[in-house]
Nanobody, 121 residues
Framework: QVQLVESGGGLVQAGGSLRLSCAAS????????MGWFRQAPGKEREFVAAVSGSGGITKYADSVKGRFTISRDNVKDTVYLQMNRLKPEDTAVYYC??????????????WGQGTQVTVSS
């Protein structure tokens, strides 16, 4: 059974930083791309960032490019999202997900429970 557990969310002032973690279990972690998504109140879930199974290829939403960094540790089976220069519009529940393939662009088939990030102005 695949499980994804996010942590690291919280309340931070605008301009601050947070690092989210997502610990995975139940499948061979390095074989699957991982992604971060977010959903703000009243809005649809949106893509934030993704990393390939090897960690060598990353992709970002334009809204976070240059501020957020996705990375993974295939020994610890954990994916991270370093978020810098946070803005109030980054406030959302952040979810990690595992793809059905190691390359980017595949469908995401398992999701975590989410972690709240709140950025105050």
């Amino acid at each position: 059974q695949v499980q994804l557990v996010e942590s690291g969310g919280g309340l931070v002032q605008a301009g601050g930083s947070l690092r989210l973690s997502c610990a995975a279990s139940g499948r061979t972690f390095r074989n699957y791309a991982m992604g971060w998504f977010r959903q703000a109140p009243g809005k649809e879930r949106e893509f934030v960032a993704a990393v390939s199974g090897s960690g060598g290829i990353t992709k970002y939403a334009d809204s976070v490019k240059g501020r957020f960094t996705i990375s993974r540790d295939n020994v610890k089976d954990t994916v991270y999202l370093q978020m810098n220069r946070l803005k109030p519009e980054d406030t959302a529940v952040y979810y990690c997900a595992t793809s059905e393939s190691s390359a980017l662009g595949g469908e995401y088939d398992y999701w975590g429970q989410g972690t709240q990030v709140t950025v105050s102005s």
